[in-house]
């Protein structure tokens, strides 16, 4: 199991039991979810980019860019849907992509 804590400047995943820092990244996250299987954490940023994180070690599994430079995409929240990630972004768009891959 892991829980993620988010300040200004990082991301930090630590053990619930223990409280022990598993990982951290330094990055300024909008919104982050952690799947129901703890294999994987979706982190969605302003500039319409979503990581998806493998919880146990913080290595980048996949990258999303939902931004094409024309319209804000900001990332306001992400979700799991099974092995899914679901981003919702402003102006009211949501996507849904495969968590290990991006696809």
């Known amino acids: ?28 996250a909008a919104a982050t979810a952690v799947a129901a299987s703890d294999e994987y954490v979706a982190v969605g940023f302003d500039d319409g980019r979503v990581e998806v994180l493998a919880a146990a070690d913080g290595a980048l599994a996949a990258t999303v860019e939902l931004g094409d430079g024309s319209l804000d995409r900001a990332v306001r929240g992400v979700a799991f849907a099974k092995s899914d990630v679901v981003a919702a972004t402003t102006p009211r768009c949501v996507v849904l992509f495969a968590a290990g891959t991006g696809a």
């Open 1 to 28: 199991r892991v829980a993620v804590l988010v300040d200004d400047a990082s991301i930090a995943a630590v053990d619930p039991t223990t409280g022990a820092d598993r990982w951290t990244r330094c990055c300024k």
